[in-house]
């Protein structure tokens, strides 16, 4: 959005001086660290450090994934598990295709659209803080997925989509409180933390007043845990990111006008409250999905969008690298989860908890200095 300006400056400077803007071609107008990519007649802007970091993430986030595949209880070789994955024969295919290979598309999934996710929604509320996790969008899923398993409904295919209502109810009800004749960040994202400590509440209730064996099921959920999880929760959540992708392609678009100044979009005839409404409401509705299928995994959406805006630095955060390194975050703290305390495994959530929190006090600490006037 920056090169326009910059474009139609050096005409009219042209103009002035009565020359004509042939010593502008077309490559010296191009933005710095863009690239030109054609395809037959289309031309497209490709950011060339957002390129190869999406090719570096896209090879660690394959080889986190082979590793994955091949480590465990018993090592298998990579060869015999590619032949798996290519639908080969191999005396391997029990524990790779069965065990392993599942819960770890499982987790690729779930930690890409936290990923999204939270990208989305820090863009609306342009605050590194406002994470699913953090503004109680979590929390709400988790609330109405707890309150369905002390009823009874236990089925991994059912509870996402009764997460995504939760998911929804909390955001709808952020949303509204926040709002006074417009969407204040810091607002926002203290009203969410407030509403995110009350769901969390709601949630021990329902704990409490469930069946004992039905709440230690829900307790080991509430850390996030890929534990046991298979191509039943696979299939369901692959589904639903397919039928949002062409959402989430309109969204990596629609995300550069949010990132301008009220003024400047309003001017373009950007309807920035639709744009806003729709961002977060796709933000909301892929984190209660990853939620009802791993459970509430903390800080992956916090974490994924803000390292990939660093890495690429770029003007708005990246969608596409934001779920790679979502996508990469899960699968590492999942083998991590595994390994580290073997035969004991522990839930996803505490390796991802173990890393986010820091990162978290860091951002507060470096926030707050910010504000102040002083340097992180």
């Not at 369901?236 to 992708?245: N, R, Y």
């Not at 999905?289 to 955060?317: E, H, K, N, S």
Request: with cysteine; aromatic share 6%; hydrophobic share 50%.
């Amino acid at each position: 959005m920056t090169d326009r300006p910059r474009c139609g400056q050096a005409f009219r400077t042209a103009e002035r001086v009565g020359t004509t803007p042939t010593a502008g071609p077309p490559k010296k107008l191009r933005p710095a660290g863009y690239s030109v990519l054609r395809v037959r007649k289309a031309a497209f802007l490709v950011h060339r450090r957002a390129a190869s970091v999406t090719l570096a993430l896209s090879a660690l986030l394959a080889a986190s994934c082979l590793a994955y595949l091949c480590i465990g209880e018993s090592f298998v070789q990579p060869a015999e598990a590619l032949k798996v994955v290519f639908g080969q024969p191999s005396p391997d295919e029990l524990v790779v295709g069965t065990l392993r290979e599942p819960r770890m598309v499982v987790g690729l999934l779930v930690g890409a659209a936290f990923g999204v996710a939270g990208g989305l929604i820090q863009t609306v509320a342009r605050n590194p803080l406002a994470s699913p996790d953090i503004i109680g969008i979590s929390q709400g899923a988790s609330a109405v997925t707890v309150g369905a398993m002390t009823l009874g409904v236990t089925s991994y295919t059912v509870l996402p989509y009764l997460s995504v209502l939760g998911g929804v109810a909390a955001a709808a009800l952020v949303y509204v409180f926040a709002w006074r004749g417009g969407l204040h960040a810091t607002r926002f994202v203290l009203i969410g933390i407030g509403f995110a400590i009350a769901l969390r509440s709601i949630t021990t209730l329902f704990m409490t007043k469930g069946d004992y064996l039905v709440a230690q099921q829900a307790q080991i959920w509430m850390t996030g845990s890929l534990n046991g999880r298979g191509w039943a929760e696979a299939e369901p959540l692959g589904l639903t990111l397919l039928v949002l992708l062409p959402f989430i392609a309109w969204a990596a678009r629609a995300q550069r006008s949010v990132t301008m100044d009220d003024d400047t979009a309003t001017a373009l005839g950007v309807r920035l409250g639709h744009v806003r409404l729709g961002l977060v409401l796709l933000g909301v509705v892929l984190a209660s999905v990853a939620t009802g299928a791993a459970g509430p995994v903390d800080f992956v959406a916090l974490l994924a969008p803000q390292i990939a805006r660093r890495m690429t630095r770029t003007a708005q955060i990246p969608l596409l690298c934001s779920a790679l390194l979502g996508a990469l975050i899960m699968v590492i703290a999942d083998l991590l989860a595994r390994r580290l305390f073997s035969p004991t495994e522990l839930p996803v959530g505490v390796l991802t908890a173990a890393v986010g929190a820091p990162y978290l006090i860091w951002l507060i600490v470096r926030s707050r200095s910010v504000r102040t006037g002083g340097t992180s």
